[in-house]
């Protein structure tokens, strides 16, 4: 499971550097083209946490929407994930947001 790994590694990155701290909460940007379904992330989250700092905290996530612009005519669209393709046929398209998963912010007690 591939959000298994994702959140694992979010947990990991946190205790790591955080290895003393309650974890209270935790915010996760995951834009819509990474793939990565939120809600199981969520649901790995308390698994993950388990025996950890971070056991308890809370997850935010938000999600900003994709977004990009055709090299061809210079529209800017939402892709429809995962065809990254402009309606006028190009698929020559830039990513300008969505593509990013990371660690927003972390609160600690
Ligand atoms: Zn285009």
Redesign the pocket.
């Known amino acids: 499971m591939h959000e298994l790994a994702i959140t694992e590694s979010v947990v990991a990155a946190v205790t790591e550097r955080l290895p003393e701290a309650k974890v209270t909460l935790v915010r996760l940007e995951i834009g819509a083209l990474t793939g990565v379904v939120a809600d199981s992330v969520r649901f790995c989250f308390d698994l993950v946490t388990e025996g950890t700092n971070l056991e308890g905290a809370s997850l935010e996530i938000v999600e900003p929407a994709a977004s990009c612009r055709?090299?061809?005519?210079?529209?800017v669209?939402e892709p429809d994930w995962p065809i990254l393709m402009?309606?006028?046929?190009?698929a020559d398209?830039a990513v300008e947001s969505g593509a990013d998963l990371r660690i927003l912010s972390v609160k600690v007690a």
Do not use: D, E
């Open positions: 055709c090299r061809s005519c210079g529209a669209f402009c309606s006028c046929g190009s398209v």
